[in-house]
Nanobody, 123 residues
């Protein structure tokens, strides 16, 4: 059973920084594309940043220059460094990953979501 577990959220003042982590565990063969999404109250889930297995990154316009996504393949972990945080960044942050994993003797590729971590930017 594959699991994604996020951590690192919390309350921070405007202009501050947080580093989110998302660790994958289970019978993993490989992890392909990974994304960080956020969902503000009353709004849909939106892609914030993504990183491919080769390390190519992409960002939403609202976070370019402030957020950095990275991955440690040896640890099956992805990070989101968030700097110059704004109240508009307040949301629950989720990681999402396409993972090839062993299941019943077979390799299956599925998309997994973490449980989310709350980020609140407020003075």
């Amino acid at each position: 059973q594959v699991q994604l577990v996020e951590s690192g959220g919390g309350l921070v003042q405007p202009g501050g920084s947080l580093r989110l982590s998302c660790a994958a565990s289970g019978s993993i063969f490989s992890i392909n594309d990974i994304g960080w999404y956020h969902q503000a109250p009353g709004k849909g889930r939106e892609l914030v940043a993504s990183i491919t297995s080769g390390g190519s990154t992409d960002y939403a316009d609202s976070v370019k220059g402030r957020f950095t996504i990275s991955r440690d393949n040896a640890k099956n972990t992805v990070y989101l460094q968030m700097n110059s945080l704004k109240p508009a960044d307040t949301a629950v942050y989720y990681c999402n990953a396409d993972i090839l994993a062993y299941s019943g003797g077979y390799l299956l590729q599925e998309t997994y979501w973490g449980q989310g971590t709350q980020v609140t930017v407020s003075s």
